[in-house]
């Protein structure tokens, strides 16, 4: 590996269950690269919300919470203000306070911000709905994970981390809670889920882990 390759930005975005996080973390092992899950951060903060009786539409409140909030992002795990919120933000409930406080402008800007310090010096693998787009719009590498709506209902029903989505009522509920947070995702005012002109689009449906994690790495430059 040379520090060319450490310093890369790579950018993965596309929809719920598209399978960003198992190629954000494969790809960051594969090439020894930092991982960071931004609706990671969403949820984190959608879940002090809750906890703290913040309004969800207290865009200023949440805003200051994002603002100021301590985010542990390491080793997978995700904490926020010295709580480890890896396994209670992955919930249905959550699903939807997170999509909710990710239409308010106020806050996007302030975890943009703090997504723009983390990859600043580079070496970093960061997936989301903006990155390519907002975030780091000069991003080395783009990729823009799809499968079709069943594929992504059927994995995020299957995915251990998502237990309480699967247990809420199977892959119909799944797959309806996954279209009306997909519909909110790419339809709002701020920062909406859209392909950047310059990503590599990979449909992975019907494609195994390795398959897309292959084809990642195929566009992404070695120097
Ligand atoms: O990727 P995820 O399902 O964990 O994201 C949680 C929510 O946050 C989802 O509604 C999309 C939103 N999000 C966003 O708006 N921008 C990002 N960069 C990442 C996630």
């Known amino acids: ?3 060319a ?6 950018a993965i975005d596309g929809p719920s269950g598209a399978g960003k996080g198992t190629v954000a973390r494969a790809l960051a092992a594969a090439l020894a690269l930092r991982h960071i899950d931004t609706g990671g951060m969403y949820r984190a903060v959608a879940w002090k919300a809750l906890r703290d009786g913040v309004a969800l539409a207290d865009e200023a409140a949440i805003a200051a919470l994002a603002r100021t909030a301590v985010f542990g992002l390491s080793d ?15 919930t249905p409930e959550i699903d939807a306070a997170a999509a909710s406080v990710a239409r308010l402008p106020d806050v996007r800007a302030a975890l943009v911000a703090r997504q723009r310090a983390y990859g600043e ?3 970093i693998v960061m997936e989301g709905r903006d990155i390519g787009t907002v975030v780091f719009p000069r991003a080395d590498v783009k990729l823009y994970l799809d499968a079709s709506a069943d594929e992504r209902a059927r994995r995020r029903a299957q995915d251990a981390a998502h237990a309480a989505s699967r247990d809420n009522g199977g892959v119909a509920n799944v797959a309806q809670a996954l279209a009306a947070r997909d519909q909110s995702d790419r339809t709002r005012t701020v920062s909406p ?9 990979l449909d ?3 494609l195994s882990i390795d398959e897309v994690v292959a084809l990642a790495l195929a566009a992404i430059p070695r120097t």
């Open 76 to 90: 997978g795990r995700i904490a926020i203000d010295g709580h480890d919120v890896t396994a209670e933000i992955r």
């Open 193 to 201: 889920l859209t392909l950047a002109e310059d990503a590599v689009y």
């Open 1 to 3: 590996m040379t520090s």
């Open 121 to 123: 010096a580079g070496g």
């Open 204 to 206: 992975t449906t019907g």
């Open 5 to 10: 390759t450490r310093k890369l930005i790579i």
